[in-house]
């Protein structure tokens, strides 16, 4: 067996794993509100107040700007470049599940691959994460679990497989952390100062 089909294979198993575990009520629903952009306008409103109060006004606007690019390339990218790109069919669209998967919201677009949801929240939490460490030093790790969780209900509410959101999900770290390097590039250069040692702050990718 080649390592594509061996792949394919175990996607398709981990997804039909993942859709049957803790498949109740509760759950279902728990799932739904974690994939709804109005649940999440308290976190956002929570990120611009907080920057707001911890940064300059130039330094806040530039983290506005960067979190909308993020979220931009990465919807993007993954919705207009890579999706029709790879041509991937959704869980919803394969004959084989039929019997078998659950599809709690309605199938949307063909293509799947590679979760757009995973991508822009995982940008999100990313640019997050950095330019907080950033502005604060502090590392609000939550914000990938976060991320984590949204993609995780993607795959249990029937409209990817694992590897939708484990690309989508690799792809938003990318653009996350580029934004994050302009981001702390412009907010030294705006303070005229560079870190002690130099270099930047963030890992290379």
């Known amino acids: 067996m080649d390592i594509l089909k061996w792949l394919l294979e175990a996607d398709r198993e981990i997804f039909l794993f993942i859709q049957e575990t803790g498949a109740t009520g509760i759950m279902d629903h728990l799932m739904m509100a974690l994939r709804t952009p109005a649940v999440w306008i308290p976190l956002y409103a929570f990120m611009l107040i907080w920057v707001a109060r911890n940064a300059h006004w130039k330094t806040a606007a530039m983290f506005i700007v960067c979190t909308v690019m993020a979220f931009g390339l990465a919807d993007y990218s993954s919705a207009s470049i890579f999706k029709p790109l790879i041509e991937r069919p959704r869980p919803c669209y394969a004959d084989d599940l039929a019997e078998l998967a659950r599809s709690l919201v309605g199938c949307g677009g063909q293509y799947g691959?590679?979760?757009?949801?995973?991508a822009n929240h995982f940008a999100l939490a990313c640019f997050w994460y950095w330019s907080i460490f950033i502005i604060k030093g502090q590392k609000w790790w939550w914000l990938f679990a976060w991320a984590f969780g949204i993609s995780y209900a993607q795959v249990y509410v029937g409209k990817h497989y694992p590897l939708d959101v484990l690309a989508g999900g690799f792809l938003g770290l990318m653009i996350g952390t580029w934004m994050a390097k302009l981001f702390e590039w412009w907010?030294?250069?705006?303070?005229?100062?560079?870190p002690v040692t130099g270099k930047t702050s963030l890992p290379p990718l």
Request: positive net charge; charged residues 20%; glycine residues 0%.
């Open 113 to 118: 691959f590679p979760s757009s949801h995973a």
């Open 187 to 194: 907010h030294y250069r705006q303070l005229r100062r560079q």
